[in-house]
DNA sequence: CCTGCCGATGGGCAAATACTCGATCAAGGG
DNA sequence: CCCTTGATCGAGTATTTGCCCATCGGCAGG
């Protein structure tokens, strides 16, 4: 017999371990192990305890969610986000919609659930759409709908991934669209836009936003930006020299997360960004080509939540 | 993405797992969780408790006392054991006493705890003898310990595996020898010894034992009896003839625990082992040579009780 | 359309569990 | 030798958890 075997100590683990096989295995109360290993109840309650601090007890999850989980903590943790959520990917669809459309739609519908006034403001794109479409109806003319960002095309017509008037009807709740274009032609035509009181007001409520809905945009040719018509090849190719990785509410950064000072970023019509800590302002982004600029946009902390799915958290944790 | 994905019973499950992983993963309340699901405290509650009976959650103790523990459980449900103890065994000296002693020890200990006057009666043997040297020093005069059979020597000198006076030594109790020797000569002189009033009176203080503690012998030509020298090669062999395979302070029985009707067992001395199932009969016992004598005491209910080590709590279940 | 049934929900309460605090005790240093 | 230090214990208390039950809402059948 090994030296050492007897002594307190491996006696006292021993004994935690006993606590915790009958507690976690055999299912007794503390009550019941107290009385079967004759120590006090508050003894056989340190001695569980010890059993879990000492890691002697494992849980394992047998479920797709659990692994989710734990990527959502480690995320959520690597980046320092206030709140992260990882759906299960489909293998054979990893960048599908659907499931991170539910997910940002059941947290979404958490927050509408309150009685207060809860001020929603909303990005645009198919992200914030596709979450707008798994909402069921309800009644909440309690809130407020806002949007970030203006929703004209170039063309001017109406861009198809607005969702804030579609969120506000849903829910039959007032909203405020964004009385201004994407982009203005030049700064001194944005500070004119700006000064109107509506315009004003409206960013006034984008900056009190209870919770910020926002998808990501990469910046490569596949780029909403580009794809929709915002930014041309020139500019697109301008943009990428000065370092963009993606854009929120079209707000152009680089891969540290900065916002970039340049020509474009001058013309956008779009709320800022908000940067209090305590405003949740929460991504919906997953998908290969975004991962650049989902991580640039944790790294510099314009936002502070994420919804994405399993592949892309996995992505974002690798080295 | 799979059909069904998103159907109501999976949708439940996952947020079963959701909860299981941040109650059992991440240590949060029930109330925690609640407010993070968005959903009630009771709903909460149920949703943890169907992690748990849908099986997603599984614990594992890491230590070697969990295999232990495994095993007494199975060990007492396939013999219909009130209690069971497995202590783990050295692999390079798996029939070694201290382990199974300082268990019997604490087992001993705790019912000496007790204010109520208890009945402690002991067999003998080299387990016992362990046991007791287990024992830290107390005072607990108000228990009473009484030896279960006598403890001559064919010689006359006294056995030294005869644990009773220690016992009463080292725990400051009074006690009661066994005033007869092993074996009469035949069983009318037994008859003559147990009219005594003394004999009598030992023997209805084994019969109400609040705790017996008996060792169990083999009956090969290793067995304690033989070695012992009160039992020669011919008699040894008779009894084989007659399907002994272990012993009970003396008392010998056969491979399905039934006590061998025989010219022996008539001239056995020893207290009549106790028969209710409410009086605790534990046996101490371990080692390859004991198991077959383990195993039919177990069969025949001889002892509802068993202390034994990890490699031989092993072999009573192989098959 | 109404009605009764079934499963889910949340309030309330008792049991179980975790934490705080002062008392006690053994080990080690002055 | 005594004192300090740190660990452990049990009592008491706050928190958490499990369960019962009245109620609600959807749904199938009349």
Not at 105 to 133: F, H, N, P, Q
Not at 156 to 167: E, H, K, M, V, Y
């Amino acid at each position: 017999m090994t030296t050492g075997r007897f002594t307190p100590e491996a006696t006292r683990l021993d004994d935690a371990a006993r606590a915790g096989w009958l507690y976690y295995v055999a299912g007794n109360t503390q009550d019941e192990i107290a009385r079967k290993l004759g120590v006090s109840r508050q003894s056989a309650q340190r001695l569980v305890a010890m059993a879990v601090s000492e890691k002697l007890v494992k849980v394992r999850l047998d479920h797709p969610i659990a692994r989710c989980m734990d990527l959502a903590l480690s995320v959520q943790q690597k980046y320092g986000l206030t709140q992260c959520e990882v759906v299960p990917s489909d293998p054979e669809a990893p960048d599908l919609l659907t499931g991170i459309a539910i997910a940002a739609a059941s947290e979404l519908e958490r927050v509408l659930k309150s009685d207060e006034r809860k001020i929603i403001s909303l990005g645009t794109g198919r992200s914030l759409k596709a979450t707008v479409e798994q909402l069921p109806r309800m009644s909440c003319p309690q809130h407020i709908v806002v949007s970030r960002l203006g929703n004209m095309m170039s063309d001017g017509s109406a861009s198809p991934f607005n969702a804030t008037i579609q969120l506000a009807e849903r829910i039959g709740a007032p909203h405020y669209p964004y009385p201004l274009p994407v982009l203005a032609h030049d700064s001194d035509e944005l500070t004119t836009m700006k000064s109107q009181e509506a315009v004003r007001n409206t960013i006034a409520l984008c900056e009190r936003a209870d919770l910020s809905l926002v998808g990501i945009g990469q910046m490569d040719m596949t780029a909403p930006l580009h794809v929709d018509g915002f930014v041309d090849n020139a500019e697109m190719q301008e943009l990428a020299d000065a370092g963009a990785v993606g854009e929120i509410t079209s707000w152009v950064y680089d891969a540290q997360g900065r916002i970039i000072d340049c020509a474009f970023n001058r013309r956008v019509a779009s709320a800022p960004l908000p940067r209090a800590e305590d405003r949740p302002v929460v991504a919906i982004a997953s998908g290969e080509a975004k991962l650049p600029a989902i991580r640039a946009a944790l790294l510099g902390g314009l936002v502070n939540g994420l919804i994405t799915s399993e592949a892309t958290a996995e992505r974002l944790l690798a080295r």
